[in-house]
């Protein structure tokens, strides 16, 4: 069974930073891909950003690169967002995600678990 738990979330002036993290309760952390993907209200969820599982290579959206970067840990079974100069229209839950298979997939299809998300609110 495999279980991921995010928090960090909350809510943040325009211009702020917060920094969210996922912990893992899953058998051989080091075999999955992760990601971040967050749902905007009255949207579809979309990609935020992706770490591999065998060189720690990294992809970003393009409405995040230069602001927020992903990084894990696998002696904690963790992955984090560090999110800088947010945005009001970062405004969104998010979800981490792991994939057994595809490093640095955009696809929420092709993650195969996820956690229950964390509302992040950023005013103006």
């Known amino acids: 069974q495999v279980q991921l738990v995010e928090s960090g979330g909350g809510l943040v002036q325009a211009g702020g930073s917060l920094r969210l993290s996922c912990t893992a309760h899953v058998r051989r952390f080091t075999a999955w891909h992760m990601g971040w993907f967050r749902q905007p209200p009255g949207k579809d969820r979309e990609f935020v950003a992706a770490?591999?599982?065998?060189?720690?290579?990294?992809t970003y959206a393009a409405s995040v690169q230069g602001r927020f970067t992903i990084s894990r840990s696998n002696d904690r079974y963790a992955v984090y967002l560090q999110m800088n100069g947010l945005k009001p229209e970062d405004t969104a839950v998010y979800y981490c995600a792991a994939s057994t298979y595809y490093e640095g997939s955009i696809y929420p299809h092709e993650y195969d678990y996820w956690g229950q998300g964390t509302q992040v609110t950023v005013s103006s």
């Open positions: 770490v591999s599982a065998s060189d720690f290579s990294t």
